[in-house]
């Protein structure tokens, strides 16, 4: 059973600190891995995606991906109270997946005004 | 949410009685998926379909049947509702290709309850 894990939270980060989310994969054969947020309520959207190994910057968001620790992670900087949401983690379901992504159960995020 | 509707958005139904949702994308993408999304469980693939009429099966497929006539619309129905496919259900659509990138944009979702 291919899994994607992440810390279920609550993360709880004062306001401007930088918030770190972490997912870790079993399957070596993904080449694909997505960010997501989630607010209450309200559908996932997509923020970050990262296909190689190193850092990947998109404004106050950076994705982190290791393949060798088949880790991925999330740095977000200078966090804001509209950063608060749930954050969810997918990784493609590996060769012939035809697209098929595997989502962790996501870590909720609170930040601190 | 990158031209992808859902319909209805709430229903609320009893056990045992046919339900069908509807899923339509104005992005003209081949692929679709349908989801289920229950505390604890995160995110669920129930079926997916890779163009018009070829469909496959996800990892909670059972109770749950999908059609896709059009490259815009794709329906899932459960044929005879139980409690426990009280869920939110959303439906996702990608343009993946092989060897292509592959993110899914999700619709913003329908509330069922089966009561």
């Known amino acids: 059973q291919k899994e994607v894990e992440q810390n279920s939270g609550p993360l709880s980060v004062p306001e401007g600190a930088i918030a770190s989310l972490n997912c870790t994969y079993s399957d070596r054969g993904s080449q694909s891995f997505f960010w997501y947020r989630q607010y209450s309520g309200k559908s996932p959207e997509l923020i970050m995606s990262?296909?190689?190994?190193g850092d990947k910057e998109d404004g106050r968001f950076t994705a982190q991906l290791n393949k060798a620790s088949q880790y991925v992670s999330l740095l977000i900087r200078d966090s804001q109270p509209s950063d608060s949401a749930t954050y969810l983690c997918?990784?493609?379901?590996?060769?012939?997946?035809?697209?098929?992504?595997?989502f962790g159960k996501g870590t909720k995020l609170s930040v601190k005004p | 949410d990158a031209g992808i509707t859902q319909s209805p958005r709430h229903k609320v139904t009893e056990t045992g009685t046919p339900v069908t949702l509807r899923c339509h994308q104005t992005?003209?993408?081949?692929?679709m998926y349908w989801y289920r999304q229950d505390p604890g469980h995160g995110l669920r693939l129930i079926h997916y379909?890779?163009?018009?009429?070829?469909?496959d099966k996800g990892e909670v497929s059972d109770g749950y049947s999908v059609s896709r006539s059009k490259t815009e619309d794709f329906l899932l129905t459960l044929e005879s509702a139980t409690s426990s496919q009280t869920s939110v259900y959303f439906c996702?659509?990608?343009?993946?290709?092989?060897?292509?990138?592959?993110?899914?944009?999700f619709g913003p979702g329908t509330r069922l309850t089966v009561t």
């Open positions: 990262i296909y190689s190994n």
């Open positions: 379909s890779y163009g018009v009429k070829d469909t």
């Open positions: 992005e003209n993408h081949r692929y």
């Open positions: 997918a990784v493609n379901d590996g060769v012939g997946s035809q697209g098929n992504l595997i």
């Open positions: 996702a659509i990608s343009d993946w290709e092989a060897g292509g990138q592959d993110e899914q944009y």
